[in-house]
């Protein structure tokens, strides 16, 4: 029996779990009354007490939290457990604005490994196994998170962190990486990697978590072609504690939420209003059983697709589409909605390799979409013709799929910096 399959919890009923939320919920909007001025606060403006909670059928009363709300409150306002029972912080890894910083207490720390321990399990990880992090260590949540969950498994962890792709490399071959921890287009490079030192045959790689950001379908046949492996997706996100908030089982066909420790909502973004199962809308995350970071009803700005059939796996616990895009990055091209996964996945359906920048200006009052893009080792010309016509074919797909026309450049292989962690994908300069 692997230690971290937790069946009595995974393939639980419907009704049981539901139960279970009931329960949490009146529990932890109590403690965040009790606890949290800031959410008191946002209560109290809705006119709403804890006795108007009676369990998740009440859910929709509450006020959201979002971002801006962990800006204001920036460091402390969100805690809900004194400083000194704290143990750590983490924090995102955005560059803009103020970060969002979290806080774990032991009992944090301990249910968030629980969480990643069971992504590794679902990918059928046990003490057996040698599990190469190469997620970034630190403030970033990934590293710890894998790290925690890989421990609690019995994997032999090896805490690469990110980056330093030869060492990586060296450790994956002497000593026999079976799971490979890290973004997937840490993943795309480091296999390309792998091809050109001709080390394939020497890896004993089996499967690979991959996540923290966007990576299509495509994305994933490449990764798995090219390591030997199955690629499984995994989400989360710091205000949540991280990863393993969700994970895909070995039916590659969505991520299991944890619902045991957060009730997941799909909202309209533009209303608030609460959305059937089903429906296409932003993703909120209220957790109930975290104790120092209690946040309810936090927007995630994640555009996603819940569902609750019977998987073949037979966890019970509700699943997650693979976020479609994000309500606030999605991209205003010329009055157009363009999210950037859709241009991915015209690239890759075309052969191309998902090392790409899109660059979105203003000139003259209008918008200009610039998509910079490696040309395969394969398909590489320096034929100012032949280029010419395969720009043409790209500009052709993509006015397909968005709408709208973009400019297409084609770039010698290798050219686009190469990503240790989150790829940076987009270049918004109407910002800047
Ligand atoms: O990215 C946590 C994480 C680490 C998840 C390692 C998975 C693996 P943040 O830096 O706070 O936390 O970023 C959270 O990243 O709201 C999504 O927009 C995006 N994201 C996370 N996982 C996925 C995924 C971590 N599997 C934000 N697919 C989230 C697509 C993802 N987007």
New binding site residues.
């Given amino acids: 029996m692997v230690k971290y399959y937790q069946p009595e919890i995974e393939t639980a009923s419907r009704e049981q779990i539901r139960a279970w939320q009931d329960e949490r919920l009146v529990k932890q909007v109590q403690h965040a009354w009790d606890n949290v001025p800031y959410y008191r606060k946002k209560m109290e403006e809705k006119g709403l007490t804890p006795a108007d909670i009676q369990g998740t059928a009440d859910l929709h009363k509450l006020p959201f939290l979002s971002k801006d709300d962990l800006r204001e409150a920036y460091p402390y306002g969100l805690l809900g457990k004194p400083l000194s029972e704290c143990v750590r912080i983490q924090s995102?890894?955005g560059t803009t604005g103020k970060r969002v910083v979290a806080f774990y207490t032991q009992h944090d720390i301990d249910l968030w490994e629980d969480c990643c321990a069971r992504a590794i399990t679902a990918v059928g990880g046990s003490q057996e196994d040698v599990c190469q992090v190469a997620?970034g260590y630190g403030l970033?949540?990934?590293g710890a998170?894998l790290h925690g969950g890989s421990h609690k498994v019995g994997c032999l962890t090896l805490p690469m962190s990110s980056g330093n792709t030869d060492r990586q490399l060296q450790f994956m071959t002497d000593l026999g990486t079976t799971i490979l921890c890290c973004t997937p287009s840490y993943a795309a490079y480091l296999s390309e990697s792998i091809h050109e030192c001709g080390l394939r045959d020497q890896i004993k790689l089996k499967a690979g978590i991959f996540?923290?950001?966007?990576?299509s379908q495509k994305m994933r046949e490449d990764i798995e072609k090219g390591l030997g492996i199955k690629a499984y997706?995994?989400?989360?996100?710091?205000?949540i504690s991280?990863?393993g908030v969700a994970f895909e089982c070995q039916a590659q066909n969505g991520m299991h939420i944890n619902e045991d420790h957060f009730i997941a909502e799909i909202i309209n973004p533009e209303t608030g209003e609460v959305l059937p199962e089903g429906s296409k809308g932003e993703l909120v995350f209220t957790c109930i059983t975290k104790e120092a970071f209690p946040l309810i009803r936090y927007r995630?700005?994640?555009i996603c697709i819940l569902s609750s059939e019977p998987c073949p796996c037979g966890r019970t616990h509700i699943k997650m589409c693979?976020?479609m895009g994000?309500s606030d990055d999605m991209l205003i091209v010329k009055g157009v909605n363009v999210f950037p996964s859709q241009i991915e996945t015209v690239l890759l359906e075309q052969g191309y390799p998902a090392n790409y920048q899109i660059v979105v200006d203003r000139v003259n009052h209008s918008d200009t979409l610039e998509v910079m893009v490696e040309m395969t080792p394969e398909n590489f010309s320096d034929s100012l013709a032949k280029i010419t016509s395969m720009e043409k074919k790209l500009v052709d797909a993509l006015r397909a799929m968005l709408g709208i026309s973009a400019k297409v450049r084609l770039v010698a292989p290798k050219t686009i910096a190469r990503s240790e962690g989150k790829a940076v994908r987009i270049i918004d300069k109407r910002k800047i």
């Avoid at 996540?211 to 990576?215: F, K, L, Y």
């Avoid at 997706?233 to 205000?239: K, P, S, V």
Wanted: proline fraction near 7%; glycine fraction near 18%.
């Fill in positions: 995102t890894s997620y970033f949540t990934g998170g996540g923290a950001e966007a990576w997706d995994i989400y989360g996100l710091t205000e991280g990863p995630t700005r994640d693979k976020p994000r």
